[in-house]
């Protein structure tokens, strides 16, 4: 018979990669506003966004310490208690300059959490002999969906920011109080991350690498830069502008809650042929007809096609030995770091539209590199 925390455990877990999504979601939304209190050029919100990638990538070192030293069950503690406050602080924030400081310990942060209740999701996965991994992904697309629906929502009853910061760190400590006792009480310390210094991949690798690149940076724009195309381009309320990432997420959550039996039916190759293209050649064609309706429909479509770039590049990768997935997961990091800042360099070039047409030409890449990829 399973013991009560077994059984409970992967509940727990899944919160926190709601909760996770939940606070991305919350403050990607309310971008527009953010912009609006501080005064921000689209570069000045591309530098902010690039702050938590920064926080993110170099949280590394750290978030091995944490790991060894704490285990990963008090690292979620930790981490997922100390984001909500963030988020209040991003609300409260007086001028750019702090902005930008939060901004970067919420990409510690993050990143902290992100490690941390993987490492706990693998060791439930084991103790139960059932794969969970793509579905927790997938609740981590509801958090982030939940997030758009809950920000329609504040900015129609408390037009604050910070109010609404404050409400949403409300939820978010209410999950991690009810989460926090039921994750696995002892987790085995995570593999060592390699010490080499990073090198350009080479054949499959590098295939694989500039799929996951081109993955994180269409995931990581679209959920940034949806609110502010929506109503900077086509003239949309900031309400219903909200609903440009509930569109892509609610497409990629379908997506990774069914990704594993597409991928046993049809194959990786299959999926992220498929899925660039579509996500891709939507995008582009959304952008091309402008206005509010073919943005979302194609925003959509993006998170449909997408959706299971990450679960085939990392297992593809696993394959092919340490070094492989070693650059895979470099290069995505990579991405996640510069895709939406380069966005918003090319939107304050030109405008928002040529910035998202980047993020077409990433979703083209995928398929492309899957072509090449021996799958």
Not at 285 to 299: K, Q
Request: proline content about 6%; aromatic content about 10%.
């Amino acid at each position: 018979m399973t013991a009560p925390p077994l059984r409970q455990a992967p509940y727990a877990v899944a919160t926190l990669f709601f909760l996770l999504g939940f606070n991305y979601g919350s403050w990607a939304t309310r971008l527009p506003a953010l912009k609006a209190q501080l005064d921000l050029g689209p570069a000045q919100v591309g530098f902010l966004l690039l702050a938590s990638g920064i926080g993110a990538v170099f949280s590394f070192p750290v978030t091995a310490t944490l790991l060894r030293r704490l285990g990963a069950q008090r690292c979620c503690w930790l981490a997922a208690a100390a984001m909500p406050a963030l988020l209040v602080l991003l609300g409260f924030a007086p001028s750019y300059p702090f902005a930008l400081a939060v901004m970067v310990m919420e990409g510690v942060a993050a990143a902290c959490l992100n490690v941390a209740m993987n490492a706990q999701g693998v060791e439930v996965e084991v103790e139960r002999g059932r794969p969970i991994m793509s579905r927790l992904h997938a609740v981590f697309s509801l958090g982030g969906l939940a997030a758009a629906l809950f920000s329609a929502l504040m900015i129609r009853v408390l037009p604050s920011l910070a109010l609404h910061f404050v409400a949403s760190a409300v939820l978010m400590w209410t999950m991690l109080a009810w989460a926090a006792p039921r994750l696995l009480p002892q987790s085995p310390e995570p593999p060592a991350t390699p010490r080499k210094r990073f090198s350009l991949p080479s054949g499959a690798a590098l295939w694989l690498g500039l799929a996951a690149l081109a993955g994180t940076v269409v995931e990581g724009s679209m959920s940034d830069w949806t609110a502010l195309y929506l109503k900077e381009r086509t003239g949309a309320s900031e309400q219903a502008a909200a609903l440009g990432l509930a569109a892509f997420t609610v497409t990629m959550f379908c997506a990774r809650w069914l990704g594993d039996g597409w991928r046993a039916r049809w194959g990786s190759a299959y999926l992220l042929k498929t899925g660039g293209s579509v996500a891709g050649v939507g995008l582009a064609v959304g952008l091309l007809l402008g206005g509010f309706w073919p943005g979302l429909v194609a925003f959509a479509l993006v998170g449909l096609g997408v959706a299971a770039v990450s679960p085939c590049v990392y297992i593809a990768g696993a394959k092919q030995g340490p070094v492989a997935l070693a650059a895979v997961t470099t290069t995505g990091a990579v991405g996640a770091l510069l895709g939406p800042p380069l966005i918003g360099f090319v939107a304050h070039a030109s405008h928002l539209g040529w910035g998202l047409a980047v993020v077409a030409g990433a979703a083209l890449l995928i398929a492309t590199a899957a072509r090449r990829i021996a799958w």
